[in-house]
């Protein structure tokens, strides 16, 4: 069965830290790996990544995706208040329509 | 670009009723749209995938007599609750194929339904 896990499930840091959240795949026919950003209300989103070892990076937020080892990390850098949310990750196989397999989520809480 | 709206944000409805939310896409065109149901503190669980012009296809464990949709128009999904009962409430959301991409979806704001 296919399967997308997210580690730490939360986490609460101070503004200025530098967080690192993990998530890990087993899906058969990988195509696409998505993080995306949840506050209060629907995800927006941040990256989408199908190539091994190439980073992308938005400001202060980056992330890079491994496919031998099966897993992806998302970096925020000099944390602020406002990245307080939900980060999704989610993986998009081939021949499924499009449709994106989501993990539990982390909840980051970034305190003043 | 590539906004999806959703509607209503919020609905309060009594046991046995049911329930239209409506999503569109408002820039772009969306062959295939997604409705998720999302409890709280949990991930987004996948309802069902809707194709324009072509019956929607449901999750396993998800039932279609129950949650109607239907995706009349490249830019409109509905999501009905028929017979909506308490265990029906949840935030329910609604993404969007991107126009560029095979796999970027784009969210709707979602809609929280409780059922009274």
């Known amino acids: 069965e296919d399967k997308v896990v997210q580690s730490p499930l939360s986490l609460v840091v101070h503004e200025g830290d530098t967080v690192t959240l993990n998530c890990s795949y087993e899906?058969?026919?990988?195509?696409?790996l998505l993080w995306y950003k949840q506050e209060k209300k629907a995800p927006t989103f941040l990256f989408m990544l199908?190539?091994?070892?190439i980073e992308k990076k938005s400001g202060r937020l980056s992330s890079i995706l491994d496919k031998k080892e099966l897993f992806s990390i998302l970096n925020i850098t000099a944390t602020q208040t406002g990245d307080s949310a939900i980060y999704l990750c989610?993986?998009?196989?081939?021949?499924?329509?499009?449709?994106?397999?989501f993990g539990q989520g982390t909840e980051l809480s970034v305190k003043p | 670009g590539a906004v999806v709206s959703q509607h209503p944000s919020r609905v309060i409805c009594k046991s046995g009723t049911s329930v239209k939310i409506e999503c569109r896409s408002l820039?772009?065109?969306?062959?295939?749209m997604f409705w998720y149901r999302q409890f709280p503190k949990q991930s987004l669980m996948l309802m069902a995938t809707?194709?324009?012009?072509?019956?929607?296809?449901?999750e396993q464990g998800v039932e279609k007599d129950k949650f109607l949709i239907n995706h009349a128009s490249l830019t409109l999904s509905t999501l009905t609750v028929t017979s909506a009962h308490p265990e029906d409430s949840s935030f329910y959301i609604c993404?969007?194929?991107?126009?560029?991409?095979?796999?970027?979806?784009?969210f709707g704001p979602g809609t929280r339904l409780t059922v009274t």
């Open positions: 993404s969007a194929r991107g126009p560029s991409s095979q796999d970027e979806q784009y």
């Open positions: 899906v058969t026919n990988f195509r696409s």
């Open positions: 199908t190539s091994s070892g």
């Open positions: 989610a993986v998009g196989p081939y021949n499924q329509g499009g449709k994106l397999i």
């Open positions: 820039d772009f065109q969306a062959t295939t």
């Open positions: 809707s194709n324009e012009g072509s019956k929607a296809t449901y």
